[in-house]
């Protein structure tokens, strides 16, 4: 499966319109805009199969569309617990295509050691959101974990890319404003979501 320039160029033309007019519509109509990109990948996904696989890839995409919308509206923990799901069923969907714990165990290393380093950060920032920030933290440092123990190749890539996201979030929200920061959050997690949803993909077209 070739992703074509069409489709790219649909996908980073609605994540660049969001990022340009999102801040000044209202939230409901700045969510909706928000969630396209993704709707762009299900759509994707679902016309290439219909399985299990592609199944499973649609509702972490749907989970994710969720918090992205309550994100947006300003219902933090909701939004939180939303992508918590997002990521159990990403990683109960890298687990199908299991290779070897200790397979890249030196990226292993790395992801454990910047979630170590993230929670030590948090603990002393986060305040009353501490202890679900960190449950978030331990799940996605898992989803991490189990994309590089999985043979499907370039999901590494968008697991990291997503806790990089995510840490830009918690960052700036808990310890310090960022510049840039919707910009440096949200174009990482456009590229996160495609790498995972687009190299899932592609194992599901050579499966097919």
Known sequence: MTLSTKFIGAYGSCCLIYLLVSASLAPELS???KILP?????????????????????LALLFSMGGDVLLDLDYFVPGLLSFLV???????LFIRYF???NQRIVVSL???AF????????????GEMRLPVLV??????????????STIQGVLAGAG??????SLIAINRFVVPLPASDWLIMISYYLAQFYLVSSVNQRIDISK
């Open 31 to 33: 969510a909706v805009l």
């Open 38 to 58: 993704l709707v762009l990948l299900g759509l994707l996904t679902l016309g290439i199969a219909i399985n299990s696989v592609s199944t499973h890839l649609c």
């Open 86 to 92: 997002a990521q159990i069923i990403y990683s109960t």
């Open 99 to 101: 290779a070897a714990w």
């Open 110 to 112: 790395l992801l454990i």
């Open 115 to 126: 979630s170590l380093a993230m929670s030590i950060l948090l603990w002393n920032t986060a």
């Open 136 to 149: 978030y933290l331990v799940v996605i440092t898992t989803m991490g974990l189990t994309a590089n123990a």
């Open 161 to 166: 890319i997503f806790m990089i996201s995510d």
